[in-house]
């Protein structure tokens, strides 16, 4: 059963253009979350989506982020007119129906985002 | 607002010692605790995860324990090896809010 996948791992965008990271999850599994590792700091939640659904995006920044997980295919975060600040390492997670988010979540390897 | 602290920062030890990773948390009312291991280039690892209800878990060479009224996890690695270098995170939940603490750059010597 392969873990959650990333992709890609790394991505290289200039000031202004839009980047898109993609999250498939475990197998299996309906929930989705979301958190960006920003240098020298800790990991910061963002999002929680279930199939079709939001659940929680207190962690989001207002403008210019958006994420979805569509019925078929992978979950996508999308940021719009990047700025430097954006760069950072995005983590996703994955866990099974019936879980909350209090069980455990398995992680994907990380897109590792820079922007010139 | 929950914080998560872990200290020390940085931790340097040669192969064979016993060490402990200390993180405290603000807010006692929690879900569970997650040790993650994370080493460069990669994603997470769950190491060990502590319901509120338990005091501790052990994995191997792992043991965490939870201390919640005083705010406090540690992880003690015991007999390390070159193989555990890694930055070790905690992360604490409540309800929909899972929150990091900054990590610990482990490197065990040969």
């Known amino acids: 059963n392969a873990g959650v996948m990333q992709n890609p791992r790394h991505l290289v965008r200039r000031r202004g253009q839009e980047a898109r990271l993609r999250c498939s999850p475990m197998?299996?599994?309906?929930?989705v979350y979301w958190y960006r590792q920003l240098p020298e700091e800790g990991l910061k939640f963002m999002v929680y989506?279930?199939?079709?659904?939001?659940?929680?995006e207190s962690g989001m920044p207002k403008e210019r982020f958006s994420a979805e997980f569509p019925k078929e295919g992978p979950s996508i975060l999308r940021i719009q007119q990047v700025v430097r600040g954006d760069s950072a390492a995005y983590f996703c997670?994955?866990?099974?129906?019936?879980?909350?988010?209090?069980?455990?979540?398995?992680f994907g390897p990380g897109t590792r985002l820079t922007v010139l | 607002k929950q914080e998560v602290t872990q200290i020390p920062a940085a931790l340097s030890v040669p192969e064979g010692e016993n060490l402990v990773l200390n993180c405290s948390f603000t807010?006692?009312?929690?879900?569970?605790l997650q040790w993650f291991r994370q080493d460069p280039g990669k994603g997470l690892t769950s190491l060990l995860l502590?319901?509120?209800?338990?005091r501790e878990q052990t994995s191997g060479r792992l043991n965490a324990s939870l201390d919640k009224s005083s705010g406090r996890s540690t992880l003690y690695i015991a007999a390390s090896q070159p193989g555990d270098s890694a930055t070790y995170l905690c992360?604490?939940?409540?309800?929909?809010?899972?929150?990091f603490g900054a990590g610990t750059r482990l490197t065990v010597k040969p």
């Open positions: 807010d006692s009312a929690i879900y569970n």
């Open positions: 997670a994955s866990s099974p129906p019936g879980h909350t988010f209090t069980d455990t979540q398995y």
């Open positions: 989506l279930q199939k079709e659904n939001i659940i929680d």
């Open positions: 197998k299996g599994h309906s929930h």
């Open positions: 502590i319901q509120s209800s338990q």
């Open positions: 992360a604490v939940t409540n309800n929909n809010d899972m929150r």
